[in-house]
């Protein structure tokens, strides 16, 4: 199973970006998925969340800015960030809870490559 993210870029104070993420492999179904970003010199935080049933969660710092979203028959989850600002700076990574099937069945969390985002003041 791979995670590949893309859409990450340089963009200025108040500019849009939009991300995106795709599972491949042999996959079952995808319970959670999401995107978390670490800056420079900090911890890896939470950004959105998105369960199968469509319930959402977004850190307070992005509320009303960021959407989150998904497409179940892609395996894929989408991040719009709207109104960005210089804080959000970071790299950001999607990850997704993945049930499989090789031998036994497994779940577990795989995670993409992690995507560059910079907002210029």
């Known amino acids: 199973v791979q995670l590949q993210a893309s859409g990450g870029g340089l963009v200025q104070d108040g500019g849009s970006l939009r991300l995106s993420c795709a599972a491949s492999?042999?996959?079952?179904?995808?319970?959670?998925m999401g995107w978390y970003r670490q800056a420079p010199g900090k911890q890896r935080e939470l950004v959105a969340t998105i369960t199968s049933g469509d319930s959402i969660v977004y850190t307070d710092s992005v509320k009303g800015r960021f959407t989150i979203s998904r497409d179940n028959a892609k395996n894929a989850v989408y991040l719009q960030m709207n109104s960005l600002k210089p804080e959000d700076t970071a790299v950001y990574y999607c990850?997704?809870?993945?049930?499989?099937?090789?031998?036994?069945?497994?779940?577990?969390?795989?995670w993409g490559q992690g995507t560059q985002v910079t907002v210029s003041s």
């Open positions: 492999g042999s996959i079952l179904s995808i319970n959670n």
């Open positions: 990850y997704a809870e993945i049930r499989r099937k090789v031998l036994v069945i497994t779940t577990r969390d795989y």
